[in-house]
């Protein structure tokens, strides 16, 4: 779209979701959130900027490719529950270690399934911006005639 | 010791490789040497095997399940255990030379030592799903080599029937096993209870099934028509696997199973008849072909018949000694056949000849073996011919049928023998010219045939150098009814003074030299036979394939039509009248209308706007509109989320609905303006389907919240989600946690559905789109390419 306005804040927008996009994700273990809609949210500042920009931004912007993100994220999911399986108990139990960070008032709580989630968060933005950017680059070359 | 090897075999499977790659001359060795040293391993176990029950070995597996690795050698696992680690080694030892140029030469040796781990791991198995394992195991593997020069139509098609076969009788085998396990009530072959077995109302089906898996494998009539097709693999295989070891495993598995299952006519007879026709077909079959595999292939359905007979027959030395015998001269023919043919480009052992003074050594090796396989004094062969005429003739019932079956397969052998292994060797080729002949083969071709010729004089002249201690722990292990058998196998004794035996026997060698010198007149009298073929069960495979694939597309036909709206009206139809049948039964109007009172003015407005958004969107002229409106059907149930205290639930929504209006944005720009396409009274009907189904869900929704139900599952989960899982959102707790291969399962799914819609529309664009992929290091500028 060539709307300036729509343009500027995308740029703006963009980064914003991105991060919001990881608070969700971190933050939902106690609140609302959580690594699907994460990914979904971070998913959708993408779009923006394809409509934006085109897809070719986007990929570019990703810099990851995003059927890359689609197994890497699998792979840490799947991951994520071994060490459970090892340790005698149910494969993708979740395990929890409390880390005292310094400067944190309460020791903070580190766990397997964080990197689980992380694995869905990834998955989700790699297979939905997949979509996205294959259906824009379809739509493109067939208006282009080639 | 049983695990260990067969770890060691899988890790050698796998890096067989790598090995060849890093030196083909040297790697290849490497991984030869492995089961050699297996072999000496077992060699050197011998001891604790042959004795009493022999060694028993248990690992936890899936102990719930009554699934545990276990494993035991006795007599008759360990000779299969010697056989597969020594011509194993022995094989991939001439495979080294017979391959030495071809580029798949890692990948072969990977397969067939991967096919030497299934193997040993199938005849050391006590467990019965353990077994079933290791014998699939054994059809992949054999599947893989068959198909090895998979550019070839005629050798993808021999693995196919090969696998299918073998695949059937698979099936069959677990079916009989797991109902044997139950009749028997162990999981482990040593601890099934004979007598609850042969009591069970399941030993018929038991029997028969187990029956099916064995003859498919081991190539019993009438399922014989796989192996010779099976010929179209490279030598090394037809030596290991369809001669040596694996097409073994079904006579293995009877064997096994004979003292649990054995001593019922049912069986005993089966056994006794398909073996005998078997032995008798293979050994005329043989000599209607003219390649040498081949005739060694139909010689081996013949041997095969022959061990399933003896089976039948109660009669475990025989089988037992001819079984050692067997394997040590057929292995070592077919190696000999491999490398004529590679050495002289030709199949046909007719146009051979004069070779004995080309390569002495394989010559007299082939000789040796082609005597064993004919029966000839000293040899082991010879000792095996006696002691089966010999249980024959002693049988009990069916003296006269067995004599007489074995007496004219030994004739025919004879003159197979002669064929093979003696006529390319000592006689002048039929053609009248010199045989091309390339190179002396090697020393790594030429090992593995001297020692088993080697082998099968040392057996013959010295029993008690290694074939006594094996057939006599062979013996012990299938009859083990009787007290530690002693076993004769002098050759001498059975020479002289001379029996009714040693007359047929040395009656067949002569008989099968005359039908070897009048060859040409015997081929020309049973060459009528062939119409036979015709009706064989190898026409009853194709048959049953066509019919297999006409039933497939039939059923698609009518499943799969490619009407999307004929299904979504049958899903439809199908979800409403089950849950509307489950709801005839129960409904309860009043406490659904004591639940209506508690509707707030708040829900009643979002539950207007929801049935506006419907209404509009199915009235709309455009795509866009309709999305539009679609979405607002979205959103209003993202309302409803966040209104019942589900903010996850609502936050999701929210994000879906949001990608998907912009990926429908992105798709319909493509889709034409709405026209009316379907007829009016389809529309109707259509309209009709879906006030029913939305009708019979709410319905159900209504009596589902009006009855309560049994306490809910949540409960557990809010109460659990902050002490089990360390979280206080129960549903992230459940998502990641409580049901988290759920969710594993589902996010696959998601990436399989990005993936699908990435290779649908990639695929369709053609290779010009893909040629135009953009990279991401790509540096045009991207501005201003946005859409309009």
Do not use: C, K, T, V
């Given at each position: 779209m060539n709307s300036v306005i729509f343009r500027s804040s995308t740029i703006v927008l963009l980064p914003f979701m991105l991060v919001l996009s990881i608070v969700v994700l971190l933050r939902g273990h106690n609140e609302p959130g959580g690594g699907f809609v994460g990914g979904l949210l971070a998913a959708s500042g993408f779009a923006l900027h394809a409509m934006a920009f085109g897809h070719v931004s986007a990929r570019k912007t990703l810099r990851i490719d995003p059927r890359v993100l689609i197994g890497l994220g699998l792979i840490i999911a799947t991951i994520s529950g071994l060490p459970a399986a090892f340790m005698g108990k149910a494969y993708l139990k979740g395990l929890w270690v409390e880390l005292n960070a310094p400067g944190f008032p309460d020791p903070l709580k580190v766990g397997t399934p964080l990197a689980f989630d992380i694995g869905v968060y990834l998955l989700v933005l790699g297979a939905a911006f997949l979509m996205i950017v294959t259906l824009e680059e379809y739509r493109h070359d067939a208006n282009t005639g080639s | 010791m049983t695990a260990s090897a067969l770890a060691i075999l899988i890790v050698t499977a796998g890096l067989a490789p790598v090995l060849c790659r890093v030196s083909r001359r040297f790697g290849s060795l490497v991984v030869a040497a492995v089961p050699l040293g297996l072999g000496l391993w077992f060699a050197s176990a011998a001891g604790d095997a042959l004795t009493g029950t022999g060694i028993v070995q248990t690992w936890a597996w899936l102990p719930d399940l009554g699934l545990n690795l276990a494993f035991k050698v006795d007599g008759l696992s360990l000779t299969f255990a010697l056989l597969i680690c020594f011509i194993g080694a022995g094989v991939l030892l001439y495979t080294t030379s017979y391959l030495a140029d071809h580029p798949r030469l890692g990948y072969f040796m990977s397969v067939l030592t991967g096919f030497m781990a299934a193997m040993l791991g199938l005849v050391l198995a006590d467990n019965v799903i353990l077994l079933f394992v290791f014998w699939e195991l054994t059809s992949i593997t054999s599947f893989l080599l068959i198909g090895f020069d998979y550019e070839r139509e005629r050798a993808r098609w021999a693995a196919t029937q090969a696998l299918l076969t073998t695949g059937l009788g698979g099936l069959s085998l677990l079916a009989g096993l797991l109902l044997l396990g139950i009749a028997g009530g162990s999981w482990t072959i040593s601890g099934l209870d004979t007598q609850r077995v042969l009591e069970s109302d399941l030993y018929v089906a038991i029997a028969v099934l187990v029956m099916l898996g064995s003859f498919t494998k081991s190539a019993i009539?009438?399922?014989?028509?796989?192996l010779p097709n099976a010929m179209e693999a490279p030598s090394p295989v037809s030596a290991l696997l369809h001669s040596a070891t694996m097409v073994k495993a079904g006579v293995y598995l009877l064997a096994r199973l004979h003292p649990t299952l054995g001593g019922v006519p049912m069986w005993d007879n089966t056994l006794a008849l398909l073996g005998g026709v078997t032995m008798v077909a293979g050994a005329y079959l043989a000599l209607r072909q003219h390649q040498l595999k081949k005739i060694l292939a139909y010689s081996t359905v013949s041997s095969l018949g022959t061990l399933v007979m003896f089976i039948g027959l109660d009669a475990a030395k025989a089988a037992a000694t001819y079984l050692l015998a067997h394997a040590m001269f057929k292995g070592c023919l077919f190696l000999v056949a491999g490398t004529l043919t590679k050495m002289s480009g030709q199949k046909d052992p007719e146009k051979l000849g004069g070779l004995m003074a080309r390569s002495p050594i394989l010559g007299i090796a082939s000789l040796l073996a082609a005597l064993s396989m004919a029966g000839m004094f000293p040899l082991i062969g010879f000792v095996s011919k006696e002691v089966m005429l010999k249980a024959g003739i002693a049988h009990p019932e069916y003296s006269v049928a067995a004599t007489a079956g074995i007496t004219v397969s030994a004739v025919l052998t004879v003159t197979a023998a002669v064929i093979v292994g003696v006529r390319p060797f000592l006689l002048r080729p039929s053609t009248g010219t010199d045989v091309q002949w390339k190179a002396a083969p090697g020393w790594r071709q030429l090992t593995l045939p001297v020692i088993l010729a080697i082998g099968g004089v040392v057996a013959g002249l010295?029993?008690?150098?290694?074939a006594k201690p094996l057939i006599t722990g062979m013996v012990n292990a299938i009859d083990p009814a009787g007290v530690p058998h002693e076993i004769k196998l002098d050759w001498l004794k059975l020479l002289y003074p001379p029996t009714l035996a040693t007359y047929l026997s040395l009656g067949a060698l002569a008989l099968g030299t005359v039908i070897f010198l009048g060859r040409s007149t015997y081929r020309t009298l049973t060459a009528p036979a062939d119409a036979l073929n015709a009706v064989g069960p190898a026409r009853g495979y194709d048959g049953a394939l066509a019919g297999i694939t006409t039933l497939a597309s039939i059923q698609t036909r009518i499943v799969?039509?490619?009407?999307l709206q004929i299904y979504v009206r049958v899903m439809l139809l199908t979800v409403a009248t089950l849950v509307g049948l489950a709801l005839s039964r129960s409904l309860d109007f009043s406490a659904m209308l004591e639940l209506a009172r508690t509707v707030t003015t708040f829900e009643i407005m979002l539950l207007l706007a929801l049935t506006a958004a419907t209404l509009s969107s199915i009235l709309q002229k455009t795509a866009l509109a309709t999305i539009a409106c679609l979405s607002g059907v979205g959103f209003t149930i993202a309302m409803l989320f966040a209104l019942y205290g589900a903010p996850d639930l609502a936050m999701t929504q929210f994000a879906v609905e949001t990608l998907m209006l912009i990926i429908f944005v992105f798709v319909i720009f493509h889709l034409p303006k709405y026209r009316d396409l379907s007829r009016r009274a389809f529309r109707l009907l259509d309209f009709g389907l879906a006030g029913i189904f939305g009708f019979t869900i709410a319905l159900f929704v209504a009596a589902v919240l009006a009855t309560g139900g049994p306490p809910s599952i949540a409960d557990f989960h809010a109460a659990n989600?902050?002490?089990?899982?360390?979280?206080?959102n129960v549903v992230n707790v459940i998502l990641v946690d409580f049901r988290a291969i759920d969710t594993l399962g589902e996010i696959f799914v998601i990436g399989v559905a990005g993936i699908g819609v990435y290779t649908m529309l990639r695929l369709r664009a053609g290779p010009a789109a893909q040629a135009s992929e953009p990279s991401i290091d790509s540096s045009e500028p991207s501005v201003g390419e946005g859409t309009p």
């Open positions: - | 009539f009438p399922f014989h028509y796989w010295a029993p008690a150098a290694f799969q039509n490619g009407s989600s902050l002490s089990g899982g360390y979280g206080r």
